[in-house]
């Protein structure tokens, strides 16, 4: 997984999966490091850890994850865009020691897409319309042999 800072000081792993799961802050996750898919669609996953400075806890932040072509058009699917939004906060428990950075764990989960073959596709990642050029997981779509 990759590690990338925002001037927010917030940083953000992320890892193209089979499938994820967010529990009590953790990720689970299935078939990690995917980069080339195909030819069939088949289901996918993104698991996603923010790791958020002391004092940006307890402030609500809205993220979206969409999914982009190789020239950065938004990737559809009949009509509509691959586009994920929400919202995280991450809370400062009881104890912690002031400083200790906070994490939060992000699970989305896709059905299979039906993508264009041989394309390269990019999942984009923006935290209060903050979208970082490092917050990407790529992705290739195998054409039939």
């Known amino acids: 997984m990759e590690d990338f800072v925002a001037p927010s000081g917030l940083r953000v792993n ?38 958020v400075p002391w004092d940006r806890a307890n ?35 009881a104890g912690l020691r002031a400083g200790t950075p906070l994490g939060v764990a992000l699970a989305i989960n896709l059905t299979a897409l039906r993508l264009k073959p041989g394309v390269g ?7 209060d319309d903050e979208a970082r050029p490092e917050w990407r997981a790529q992705l290739f779509m195998r054409g039939p042999a």
């Open 59 to 93: 402030i609500s932040h809205e993220w979206k994850l969409d999914l982009v072509d190789e020239d950065g058009r938004a990737a559809m699917i009949g009509e509509k865009p691959v586009s994920v939004n929400g919202r995280f906060e991450a809370g400062r428990p």
């Open 121 to 127: 596709y990019s999942f984009v990642f923006a935290i």
């Open 14 to 51: 992320m890892l193209l999966c089979d499938a994820a799961q967010a529990s009590n802050g953790k990720l689970f996750v299935l078939g990690g490091g995917l980069s080339v898919i195909g030819p069939k669609p088949q289901p996918l996953a993104l698991a996603i850890h923010v790791t």
